[in-house]
């Protein structure tokens, strides 16, 4: 699924700040990648997220 950069926005800063609360991060990161935006953004280009985007019809 293509998505939009809004949707992009939104996933990777949801993702960002449930990974600044204490979430469990799904893939192996260095140890120097402390920036949970920069984490999100990994997770997001990986396609490792477990956020879903529902569209309006």
């Known amino acids: 699924m293509k998505y939009t950069r809004f949707e992009k926005a939104r996933i ?5 700040l449930q990974i600044s609360m204490g ?3 799904l893939l192996k990161v260095p140890d ?3 920036d949970p935006l920069d984490i999100a953004a990994m997770e ?3 396609g490792m997220l477990p956020i879903t ?3 309006a019809a």
């Open 32 to 34: 120097t990648l402390i």
């Open 53 to 55: 985007v529902k569209r």
């Open 12 to 16: 990777i800063g949801a993702r960002a």
């Open 23 to 25: 979430a469990p991060v």
């Open 44 to 46: 997001y280009e990986k």
